[in-house]
Structure formats: C-alpha cells, structure tokens
C-alpha cells in the first residue's frame, strides 16, 4: 500500500511562517536536501510516502518550543519523528511539518545511585543501553531495531520488545519527561524519583501518545542491575498450550528469572530456514511449536542452573518433548536470530496480512486455535505465522498470501481478513495492537473495538491540550 492517497491533507504553510520557523531554528535546524529528506517521508517498508512543507531538526528544547508556539499560532500541523522505524505510520508527515529528533542527542546526567539516567529522545535505543552499561548498570529494553529507533520514539509507542516479561514495558521504564506541549510550553517533569504521589501523574499521558499530545525531548529513564549469568534454550512442543504450561512453571520456579519467553510455530520457523542464510535447524526432530527462552540471574552461575532445573521436570511431565541449551554466547545469538528473523523470512514469501495482537494468557492456546481456524474459512490455502512475545500474552498472527493467489486480490481482502482475525481478539477481550500502537493504520479500524468511554475521554484530554488539532492531527482519536 503506498498510501499518500489515503489521508486527508494538511492546507498549505505559508511562506512567512516556514521562513519564521527557519529563522529560530537556524541554518543547520532545517533541511531541504533530498536525499535526507525522502528518506525521513519514506516508511522502510515502503508502505507509505509522504511529504512536508519543511524538515525541522531542533538542537534544544527552547528551540522547539519557538518552533511549536510558531505553528500553534497560524494553526500549522506537525508530525514528530524519531528513527522511522514505527510500524503503523505515525511518523509520516502528509502536509504536516516534520519535528525530527535526531540532533537532540545530550546525555543530560547519569545518576547510578538514583538508578536513572537523563538521555535528550534522539539518542538511540542502542546507544541508551551502551550508556547504561559504562555505569554499570542495565537498561533493559530490546528490541530489533533498537539500532535506529529512538528514546523519543519508543517511549511514545509505549515500545515492549524482549524483556517485557521481567521488566515491563516502556511505560514501566520512565520515570520522568520533558515535553513540548502543543502550545509550545514546555513541560519539566524530569523527576529521577521512584515515588511522587502530588496529583495525577502526567508523563504516563504521553507515554504511548504517539506524538498526539506534544513532542518529548528528554527522559528519565530507570536503570537496573547488570545480571551476572544468562541461558538461552529453545524447547519444542507439541501443542501451544504446552508451552504457555511451561511458561508459568517457569515464571514461579525461577523466582522471576525468565526475561524472554518467545513462541514460534513450525510454519514460521521453517521459512527462516529456508529463506534467511546462515541458519540451521536449533533440535533433532521437527515440532509443531518452539520457544526461546532466556533466563538471567545475579549470581554467576545462576541461569544455567536454573534453565536445566526447569527443563529436567519439565521432560519428566512430558510438558516438552526436546530442547537445546545455548552453549555459548554464540549458539545463544543463533537462537535468538531463529526469531528475529521471522519478519524478513516472511516478507521473501510476498504479501502478507500483519495482525499484532494480546489476548489473556489463560486464553491463548484457545485463540491461536479458533484463529488459525477462521483464517482457514475465510481464505483457504493462507499461510498463517504465528510466533511472538507470548510470555506476555502477545503474539503476531500473520497471514500470508496463499501459494499461486495474485498479491492483488489478496491484499484487496485485507480488510475483511483483519475483522476476521480482530473480532475473534475482541471476543476473547484482546488488544487488536499488543506493541505497534494506532498509527494512521489502524486508528480507524480501533473505534470498532475500543471503548467508547475510553475514546470520549482520549478525545477530551486531546482537546484541552491541543484545541488547534496542531499534533500528529490523522494519528489517533
Ligand atoms: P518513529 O518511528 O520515528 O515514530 C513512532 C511514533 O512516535 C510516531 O507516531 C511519531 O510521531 C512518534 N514520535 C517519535 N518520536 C517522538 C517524540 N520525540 N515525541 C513525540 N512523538 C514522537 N515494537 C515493540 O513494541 N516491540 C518490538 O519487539 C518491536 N520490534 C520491532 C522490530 C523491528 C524490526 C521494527 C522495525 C520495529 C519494531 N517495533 C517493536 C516497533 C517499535 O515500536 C518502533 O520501531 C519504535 O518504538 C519507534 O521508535 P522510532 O524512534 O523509530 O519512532
């Protein structure tokens, strides 16, 4: 879908105004250079291309409120973005001014004894990590593209990733924000503390808004510790249900050790197999489910001991039928590449219908039946990909195009085949996106499923911080 068609436009800026907002930002605060342009309008996908009347890359806070209090006043929109790599299209300006983050990059303070760390929303997901690690300490959000997405941007979507198990999500991981408001004001909440009972906590608002509600430019984030010992597996089972089992023995007797329990189906697997180089079948025999598992621990020897107690009983009730222990750290990267490579394996595939969905663990094994099931109905020969972060009740259940069927015609069902598999998540009380947030996608598609209380009441607070509708204005409700 190259969907600039798609969304209604935003008017014209007028020339004074782009030359206002140039001149508080200064010759190395915009961009009209085309090669760094287009790739900021571009999803890297390339499922949408947009455009803007000006790229505007802010080196400070106070800039950027110059900036938004100059849109505010002649009702010009904007949209934020951070690395680009969101999944539902939030990023893409379609007439709006594009706020990139990506030269708000100062480590503002590092402060292990408090156990957080001051980082401005350009810095990197990687970088944030790295940073965490020359205090000796651990910051714990994962995930594939942590390369390129941003502070900023993980924390408005509300990022999982790997070790929400263990930690939480992005939302558990800040304790404080600093955000342009769309009124350019500037909102200091920059706490570094754990606890702050003075009224409604804001910065919980714009964790996950998407950039709907103001423009973050610098969080506090919690550190913890560095963990002395990890172990990797990858178990196979017979049923989906049999792996959820071991997930909740795993979860009670290593005390909370386990920091990722990642489902894949055989299907999944096997076009990793076949289509990623370098990869090679992680057990002797072949089964219907597998699942990574990683188990960390501060003592030394921990993890090892852990992972093999848990495994032994495991075998013993005939809850596993085979499993691997990483021997290495490199074994353990081959494993974890056996899931992080199942989108690329997909794409090798042609079209596919992605579904990011959660149901209550309890309900899963059920779900992913029942799904499978209807997706058969609606459309047979489909081939469904199921795998994910199942130890917290998500799992991306994709469809891709049946063997000979024209990738047209398939993606013209799309739609019909998203009700299918997102009324089934409805009905088990689910959440039609588990990671990836509304975007431009799937806003639309969510005022079906999501409460109308809860829409009147986004919708309410929007307004009171954003009367113009300046941010991210076709992201959300
Ligand atoms: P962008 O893509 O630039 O923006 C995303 C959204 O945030 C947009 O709506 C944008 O307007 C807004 N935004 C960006 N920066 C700001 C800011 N400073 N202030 C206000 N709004 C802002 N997600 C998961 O949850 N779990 C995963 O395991 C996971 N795996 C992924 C793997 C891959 C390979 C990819 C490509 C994506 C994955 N994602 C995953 C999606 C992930 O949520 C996003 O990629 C990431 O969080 C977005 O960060 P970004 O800096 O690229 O933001």
Not at 24 to 30: F, R
Not at 284 to 294: D, V
Not at 354 to 370: C, T, W
């Amino acid at each position: 879908m190259t969907a600039t068609a798609d969304f209604a436009q935003c008017p014209p800026v007028a020339p004074e105004v782009i030359a206002q907002i140039k001149a508080v930002v200064g010759d190395a605060g915009w961009s009209d250079d085309e090669l760094r342009v287009t790739a900021k309008l571009t999803e890297w996908r390339g499922k949408w291309k947009g455009h803007t009347p000006l790229l505007v890359l802010p080196k400070t806070t106070e800039e950027l409120s110059q900036v938004v209090k100059i849109c505010n006043a002649h009702g010009v929109a904007i949209t934020p973005q951070g690395g680009n790599t969101g999944l539902v299209g939030g990023q893409i300006p379609f007439g709006e001014i594009l706020v990139s983050l990506e030269r708000m990059r100062a480590i503002r303070d590092v402060a292990p004894t408090d156990d957080t760390m001051v980082l401005e929303a350009g810095i990197t997901l990687l970088e944030a990590q790295e940073i965490a690690e020359k205090a000796n300490r651990f910051f714990p959000l994962s995930l594939a593209a942590e390369g390129t997405a941003t502070v900023g941007g993980v924390i408005s979507t509300n990022a999982g990733g790997t070790a929400v198990l263990r930690y939480g999500v992005t939302r558990d991981l800040v304790s404080g924000l600093e955000v342009v408001l769309p009124n350019g004001e500037i909102f200091n909440g920059l706490k570094r503390l754990r606890k702050d009972n003075t009224g409604y906590d804001l910065k919980q608002m714009f964790i996950g808004a998407e950039g709907t509600l103001g423009i973050i430019t610098a969080a506090s984030l919690k550190l913890f510790p560095v963990m002395n010992s990890r172990c990797v597996a990858i178990v196979g089972f017979e049923t989906a249900q049999k792996a959820i089992d071991l997930l909740g023995r795993a979860k009670q007797e290593t005390g909370g050790q386990v920091e990722a329990f990642e489902l894949m189906g055989r299907y999944g697997l096997s076009l990793v197999l076949k289509n990623i180089p370098d990869t090679r079948e992680p057990l002797e025999g072949e089964y219907p489910w597998y699942a990574l598992i990683e188990v960390a621990s501060g003592d030394p020897d921990g993890a090892e001991g852990s992972m093999e107690r848990l495994l032994t009983a495991a075998f013993e009730e005939e809850l596993v039928v085979d499993a691997a222990i990483a021997q290495n750290e490199t074994q353990a990267a081959a494993f974890w590449r056996l899931r992080e490579e199942h989108s690329a394996a997909e794409k090798v595939e042609g079209a596919a219908w992605k579904h990011d969905i959660s149901v209550p663990l309890s309900q899963m094994a059920d779900y992913i039946e029942k799904g499978a099931a209807a997706v058969e109905a609606f459309l047979p020969g489909a081939r469904l990909v199921t795998f994910g972060h199942v130890g917290d009740g998500n799992v991306h259940f994709n469809v891709i195009v049946p063997e000979g069927m024209d990738a047209a015609e398939f993606n013209a069902l799309r739609d019909q085949g998203a009700k299918v598999v997102h009324d089934l998540v409805h009905q088990y009380e689910g959440s039609i996106s588990a990671e990836h947030g509304l975007g431009r996608m799937k806003t639309q598609e969510a005022l079906q499923y999501k409460d109308p209380a809860a829409v009147e009441a986004m919708r309410a607070i929007r307004l009171a911080l954003d009367p113009k509708r300046i941010m991210n204005p076709h992201v959300l409700f």
